[in-house]
């Protein structure tokens, strides 16, 4: 979950224009389907194994400190903090049309000055890989998936990356501050489809937020709501992904 999420009213989600295509039976038939009749196959000669993943990051992958760590560094309550800050800053920055600086003049609607780089070291504090996931995507990197984070957040993805490692798993390849869109917009998910060169079943999204995962659906994309790591291994596992272990292999990566 991203923290433009409160600067914003909500938005009614992107309805599903087949329902059935999305339960787990639905997805293994779209997934053949994809494997018949597109160029790219499930075994080509460049072995490129389907579905590609893609992860969104914050509260998915990650904990995002913004809900507890932040209004604890202001020293407000959250729902304070959500009335004080400026209504698009953090968007802008997310999508890369301002830096830190310009994110530090205008982060609240009055203009009171912080501590820029304190805030940054709270941010980094707090992130953490959310519990089992680390787990899961070494069993899927060991499985040969190709897997790709498809998140909102600013250039600070680059702290994340300092202190998780996460490219060890996945590559940061559609980042909001890299391409200058933010999800749900269907043109990020168009492009991320352009980006791959597959057919959007041959794509699965796994994020938090559900107005996201609806919207990835509307364009083709199979789409997993997360809710915990537990149910997210099920579900993958019902949709006809590797998630077997080889522990000895494991422990010698």
């Known amino acids: 979950m991203d923290m433009a ?7 009614i989600p992107f309805p599903l224009r087949n329902s059935s295509l999305h339960s787990s039976r639905g997805i293994k038939m779209a ?5 018949k009749n597109t160029n790219v196959s499930f ?3 460049t072995t490129r194994k389907l579905p590609i993943l893609l992860f969104d990051i914050m509260d998915t992958i990650v904990r995002d400190p913004f809900y507890h760590d932040i209004p604890a560094f202001f ?8 009335e004080s800050k400026h209504p698009t800053a953090w968007i802008e920055f997310e999508k890369g049309l301002i830096d830190e600086v310009e994110l530090a003049r ?4 009055d203009g009171r000055p912080f501590d820029l780089e304190g805030l940054k070291n709270c941010m980094r504090e707090g992130y953490s890989y959310i519990e089992g996931v680390e787990e899961l995507l070494h069993v899927l990197k060991h499985n040969n998936y190709e897997m790709h984070a498809f ?5 600070w993805y680059e702290m994340i990356e300092d202190k998780l490692n996460i490219s060890k798993y996945l590559s940061w390849t559609f980042c909001s501050c890299i391409n200058g869109k933010r999800k749900p917009d269907p043109e990020f998910f168009l492009e991320v489809v352009r980006h791959l060169k597959v057919d959007p079943a041959s794509c699965l999204f796994v994020d938090d937020r559900k ?3 609806e919207a990835a659906k509307e364009v083709g994309i199979i789409g997993l709501h997360f809710k915990n790591v ?3 291994r099920q579900d993958l596992s019902l949709m006809g992904i590797d998630i077997s272990t080889d522990e000895t292999n494991l422990a010698q990566e």
């Open 43 to 45: 075994s080509t000669a």
């Open 106 to 109: 205008k982060f609240f609607k």
């Open 230 to 232: 537990d149910v997210l």
């Open 151 to 155: 998140t909102n957040y600013p250039i």
């Open 5 to 11: 999420v409160f600067l914003r009213l909500p938005a």
């Open 211 to 213: 107005r996201n995962v």
């Open 75 to 82: 020293r407000m309550p959250f729902e304070e903090l959500i």
């Open 31 to 35: 997934l053949k389907t994809t494997q």
